[in-house]
């Protein structure tokens, strides 16, 4: 059974990084999620092992539409494509119903998934990143469709890379190596880069 225990951390660099095959994504100052939908009982725990699924209703239906999966994301408030992290985090507090209900209407969060761990019956976390993105890509398309609350984190790259990072309000840059398989704890792998002013 994977559980928060088996999430991929990144590391910071030792050196700059050189060499093809990475592969580079924004972090927003989310709240990190292990995704688990498994028959039809739906969690979303937090990386410390949290249970937030009433927290966040709103991500729960729209991972209620997908098969049996566990995907890894990051919970965000976006507002003009900026994380209101505060905004989250108030969210993430509430406790009673009607407050909940409301604050999934008025102040919606999103998954933004960068990972799938596994499908169905079958574990994909031997497999390189590059193949397990497009197998999430897949089943988040045509399970989930155009419901915006559930969609896989893009890959950014060229030059300015962390400065366009910081434009936009994101606390690092998460360079990735390609043909790197899922591993828990941290790892080599995984890179975090902070944006200028981090």
């Known amino acids: 059974m994977i559980?928060?225990?088996d999430l991929m951390l990144a590391s910071s660099p030792a050196r700059p990084l050189d060499g093809d095959g990475w592969l580079y994504e924004l972090q927003y100052d989310g709240i990190r999620v292990l995704a688990i939908r498994q028959g039809t009982k739906t969690r979303l725990l937090s990386q410390r092992g949290k249970d937030l699924s009433a927290s966040f209703p709103e991500i729960v239906a729209?991972?209620?539409k997908l098969p049996n999966i566990v995907l890894d994301g990051e919970l965000v408030i976006l507002e003009r494509g900026k994380p209101q992290?505060?905004?989250l985090r108030r969210r993430a507090r509430l406790k009673d119903e009607v407050?909940?209900?409301n604050a999934s209407?008025?102040?919606p969060a999103a998954i933004l998934v960068f990972d799938i761990l596994r499908l169905?019956?079958?574990?994909l976390r031997k497999l390189p990143l590059l193949d397990r993105r497009e197998i999430a890509r897949t089943a988040l398309h045509r399970a989930v469709g155009s419901f915006k609350r559930i969609?896989?984190?893009q890959q950014i790259g060229g030059s300015g890379l962390r400065e366009a990072a910081?434009?936009?309000g994101v606390q690092a840059v998460v360079a990735k190596r390609a043909d790197s398989p899922y591993r828990a704890g941290r790892s080599r792998d995984w890179v975090k880069i902070r944006t200028p002013g981090e």
């Open 105 to 107: 209407h008025w102040e």
């Open 3 to 5: 559980s928060h225990r």
């Open 85 to 87: 992290s505060d905004r």
């Open 166 to 168: 910081a434009g936009l």
């Open 120 to 123: 169905g019956k079958k574990d």
């Open 62 to 64: 729209g991972l209620d």
């Open 151 to 153: 969609r896989l984190v």
């Open 99 to 101: 407050s909940i209900r």
